[in-house]
Structure formats: C-alpha cells, structure tokens
C-alpha cells in the first residue's frame, strides 16, 4: 500500500492531506499558518499521518504546494498552486473548464483544455481585495463569525455598494456603515459582490466557461459562490471540502508522478 | 568560466569608475538606446549608459520627485542626485525624451550636471519625423565637438561606426549560442553580457565577447536530462540590479533564450547601414540606427514589436513569452493587451507580471512564473 501527502502551505492556513494508491483522499488537516510557515506545515503533516496511523517514512512522495511549498520540510517536490489546483478541481469534477480559487491571500483564475490541461491563468496583484484576509478582517469589523458571513449576504435585502476594495479602506467603510445601523447582511452582500467582482475580472482575463469550479477558503463563503454565480451567469461545482483541492492535487501529483517513473 | 565573470564585473562593481577615474578625457552620460555612441566616439569621448534598475536609488529620488513615477526614472535621477559612480564622472548627460517622465527629467538632472535633451518624435516612420530626428542629431555635433575640443571628421566618424559594427558582428554571433538547443549559455549570463556593454569600453567588449564565443563554441555543449523550456523575454527593461525576473525565470530549469528588451538584445542589435560615405550621410545613417530598430512603446505605432517578438519567437523556437510590466510605465502595461492577443491567435502562450524594483513581491512573482513553467512543459 503507498502513501502521498500533499501539503498546500497557504498564508493563513496550511492544509495537509493523504491519498492511497488509488487516489482516494483518505485523510486531511487543515492548521493556522501563523508566523512560521515550515512549523505549520510539520504540525500537520505529522496530525494527518498520526490520524493514519503512519509513519513519515511511509510516505511515498510529499509534494509541496503553496505560498510556503519551498518551506515545507521533506517535500520529495514542490509544484505551484496553479498546477495542483487545476489537477484537485479536474479529479472532483472532470468536466471543469475554469478553476476560481479564492485563498488566503490571493485569487486565481485558471483556464483548462479538454482533459484537465492548464492552458492559462491569471492571479490578482500584491493586494488582499477579496481574498480570504480581506473577508477576516470584514468578518471582524461587522462583529461577526467569518462563516457567517456568507449565510447572511444570501438573506440580504439588497448589497450595499462599496466604494473601495482595498482592505484597509473597505475595513473603515464598513465601520461607518455600521455606525450608521446598515442591516449587517446587507454589508456582507456588498462585501461578496465586490469579492465577486475581482474574480470575474480575473476569469475574464483567461476566458469565462460554463463549467466552473470553486476552490480555496473562499468557496466555503455561500454568498461570495453565489455572487460569483450571478456574475458569470453559471452554476459552479463547489467540492466539500473546497480549501482541501490544492493539497489534494498536490498528492495526486505525487501519485502521478510515481507511477510515470515506475 | 573567467570569459564570463568580467562582464559580470563590469556590470557589478566600480571597475569601471576606477578606470575613468583616471581617465582625462570626457565621459558622457547616455539614457535610453537613441544616443549615437559613434558620434560621442568620434569625438574622442566616453559614451556611458547610466540607466538603472537600483532601488534605493530609486527610493532617494523621491526627496526631488513624485513618488508615483516610474522606477527607471526615479532611480537614474536617484543616483544622478547622489553623484553614484559613472553618474558623478560624468561631464555631460543626453537624455532622450520617450516618454512623459523623461520629457520631464531634464531640469532635475540639470540641478546636478549638465544635460542635454534630445527631442524623439512621436512617430518614427513617416519621412518627416526622420528628418527631425536627423536635425536632433546634426545639432548634437557641435555640443559634443565643444566638449572635447575635438571637431568630428568623416574619418573618425567612419573608424567608430566600424568599432561598432564589429560589436553587433560579435553580439550576432553569441544570440547564436544562446539560441541553441540546449542553449550555451543562460539568460542571466547574456544579460550580463549587453548590460556590460553599457559602460565598458567599446573595443574591450568586443575582444572579450569574441574570446567567450570562442570559449563557448569549443565547450561540449550542455546536456540537460530534459529539454529546457524556452522563454522570450519582452517589456519594460530589466536593468542590473533589478533582475529579479530573469532570475526566477530560469531558476527551475526554463531558458530565457532571447529577450528583446532595449537593455538587452536591442541595444546591440543592429548594424548602422551605409549607402553613402559623405559626412552628413554617414551621421544620417548613424541617426537612423538609433531610432527605427527601437521598438520602445513610446512611439504611436506599436506593430514593429508585435512583429519583432512574434519573429524572434519563431526564430528562436520558443514554447512561451514572458511580458514585463514595470508598475507606472503605462505604456508597455498599455501594448500587453494587444501582444497577448496576438500571440494567443498564434497558439503562443504568454504571461504578463506586473512588478517594480522591489524584491517584496518575488514569492508572488514566482508563483506565477513557475506556474507559467509547469503549464508550459504540461
């Protein structure tokens, strides 16, 4: 029986999952990045093998992905996000044509061929607008959970319109908006719409299809998928575990390539 | 290899400003690829290229600059200000005006060296905008002939139009060992080698370019275990220090195997073509080299890099380009639209980063790159 971890070191969060030799994702972890990324990544890498029952040295190949992939110790490989994305999103849901990843700290659009083959892609710049970071801190200006977050934008009136996107600025924005009693759902629609908005931008860029999967943190946030929806007129596959598909196609990789030098 | 670290020395230390130190004749100062060298040559001065890719130069300008402009501007007047190295040699500065920063730039240059501008027109094709650079060119002659007291001939023009001749000869011959398959030499190193070009001597260059091609040809050739992919590298120049995406480029295994930027291939592409031999007609021809190769995106029409980048990356068999943007220089963010479509048609891949002299951004800027790898060798 062989073992492949895949490693997804993100910048809030550091998921870690194993795969048997069929592919099927037996176990995962997902931890808090924290300042350090390489002790994030140990911590749970060693809980995923631990909840196998397993050793390190039963790993056949740990494949790094991620922000952090160079950080993670033992890794037999790193490979982009982009690439491991776009294999986590094929292997879910074989017919995709378009990954949207919404992460931690950035957003991605991906463009694949017939087959599950990346033939573009296109990422947000230095900027946290509408990533993963940018809903924490709006989670926290609105006095509310982060997975509430999108439940209530989908049982809004109406989004409110918001006049800048850039954390800190939107941040303020949203302080004076509940100073002055804006319904909270209402702010969490304007908040999905405008997250929205930067992901149809980034879709436009590589070519909008209609079949669309949702990956990354973000797609756990109801009313950022069915803004996104909305937007691009489609209705996407949203995995179960979406801030898994990274990781998963890390180790699928693993897999892979295991089996081409076999 | 030692035929490679001198220009890696040149580039990177004060070698250079050691020797001019020295040296009693008169350095200038030169932006942009639209100065004639030959002209500065002939007159018995030191043509030098002051462009800069440093950050903290570029960050002490905003003391006399805005602070949103575009780096290569900031950092030349950053170190122009501080008198760094060649910069406080210098005994006059030619600046050329592509673009709205360095229209702007002169005055600021001018609080600290002398400096004359050279106006480019907006256009380069029509016969009227020839004959206006060709008057822009004809009246440097006499600021260049007052500076070092010596009047220009035809035989020294013609002598230093040779000399640089026979550095685009050599140049021709290395683009030929970096386009091999596998390449001879890496892109990092070949940027070194033109961007040496920028201050050293003339005829040194060339020998010591002549004993690397020497070299290189005699070397067995590479023998990767997987073919390399190869890149084409276009947009806003890459200037030492600021080689932040050549480096990431190639880190995993790809090969920048031509790039065609004005700090690199473009600066000692072309040959100066003559038809005739009189004075006036050989600075004519000498104008000429300087301005219709150019494929800045100053100028209205942006076609000629369209069909410059889609013939080098046929040339060169590449498997995708890589586009450049410097934050603020709208203008080549402004042509990557067009290039990407029209490589797109022609079913070649191409990735457009956004970046500036910072290394904040290299883990983002790396992600893409490499990802832009992976998707590459598929």
Redesign the interface.
């Known amino acids: 029986m062989g073992w492949y971890a895949g490693i997804d070191s993100g910048s809030l969060t550091c998921a870690a999952v194993l795969i048997n030799d069929r592919g099927a994702l037996c176990h995962s972890e997902v931890v808090l990045t924290g300042a350090r990324s390489r002790l994030a990544s140990e911590r749970a890498l060693l809980q995923v093998i631990g909840k196998a029952g397993l050793n390190a040295a039963d790993l056949t190949a740990i494949v790094a992905t991620g922000y952090g992939r160079e950080r993670v110790d033992g890794r037999t490989s790193a490979v982009t996000e982009i690439t491991c994305h776009a294999r986590g999103a094929v292997a879910l849901f074989p017919q995709t044509q378009l990954v949207l990843d919404v992460g931690g700290q950035d957003c991605k659009a991906i463009r694949l061929a017939p087959g599950g083959k990346v033939i573009d892609f296109a990422m947000n710049d230095k900027c946290a607008a509408g990533t993963g970071r940018f809903f924490e801190v709006m989670a926290r200006a609105l006095e509310i959970d982060l997975d509430d977050l999108g439940p209530l934008a989908l049982e809004a009136q109406r989004a409110v319109g918001l006049s800048n996107m850039c954390t800190v600025f939107a941040e303020s924005e949203v302080v004076s908006l509940v100073a002055r009693e804006e319904p909270v759902a209402n702010i969490a629609a304007g908040l999905c719409s405008a997250a929205a908005e930067r992901v149809r931008s980034l879709a436009q860029r590589v070519g909008v299809a209609p079949e669309v999967t949702c990956t990354g943190g973000g797609a756990l946030n109801s009313g950022l998928v069915r803004a996104i929806e909305r937007l691009l007129g489609v209705t996407a596959n949203v995995p179960a575990e979406p801030q898994l598909v990274g990781a998963y196609g890390a180790a699928l990789l693993g897999l892979e390539n295991h089996r081409g030098a076999a | 290899m030692d035929e490679l670290q001198y220009f890696r020395e040149i580039v990177t230390t004060d070698r250079r400003e050691r020797e001019l130190a020295g040296y009693h004749g008169r350095v200038v100062g030169c932006y942009c690829n639209f100065v004639p060298e030959e002209l500065l040559l002939a007159c018995g001065a030191v043509p030098v290229r002051l462009c800069s890719g440093d950050a903290a130069a570029e960050r002490a300008a905003e003391a006399i600059l805005p602070r949103d402009l575009c780096a290569v501007a900031k950092s030349a007047a950053g170190r122009v200000q501080r008198g760094d190295g060649l910069c406080g040699r210098a005994d006059l500065l030619i600046l050329p005006t592509p673009c709205d920063a360095k229209k702007k730039l002169g005055p600021v240059l001018g609080q600290f060296k002398p400096v004359h501008v050279l106006d480019l027109p907006p256009r380069k094709e029509s016969p009227s905008a020839q004959a206006f650079w060709k008057t822009q060119i004809r009246d440097l002659v006499p600021v260049i002939e007052r500076l070092t007291g010596t009047p220009l001939t035809r035989a020294a023009l013609r002598q230093a139009m040779d000399l640089i001749n026979r550095r685009h000869r050599v140049f021709r011959r290395f683009l030929a060992l970096r386009a091999a398959d596998p390449p001879r030499i890496t892109g990092q190193d070949a940027l070194f080698v033109t961007q040496a070009s920028f201050t050293d001597d003339v005829g040194r260059w060339t020998t010591q370019l002549e004993a690397l091609c020497e070299r290189l040809e005699q070397s067995p050739p590479p023998a990767p275990a997987v073919r390399p992919v190869r890149l084409l590298l276009t947009g806003a120049p890459l200037i030492w220090p600021n080689h932040k995406l050549i480096e990431l480029a190639e880190a995993d295994g790809a090969r920048v195997v031509i790039d065609e930027f004005c700090s690199g291939t473009q600066r000692v592409y072309q040959p100066v073509e003559l038809r005739e031999t009189s004075l006036p007609a050989l600075l004519d021809a000498v104008a000429e080299k300087c301005l219709l190769p150019t494929t800045c995106p100053c100028f209205v029409d942006g076609t000629d890099r369209l069909n410059r980048v889609q013939e080098l990356a046929t040339t060169h068999r590449v498997d995708g380009v890589v586009y450049h943007c410097l934050r603020l220089c709208a203008l080549f963010e402004m042509e990557a639209q067009a290039m990407q479509q029209t490589l797109r048609a022609r079913g070649l891949?191409m990735l457009s980063v956004?970046t500036d002299f910072s290394a904040?951004?290299r883990?983002?800027l790396q992600?893409?790159v490499?990802?832009?790898v992976?998707?590459l060798r598929?």
Do not use: N, Y
Request: a negative charge.
């Open positions: 891949p956004s904040e951004d883990g983002q992600t893409r490499e990802a832009f992976e998707m598929g």
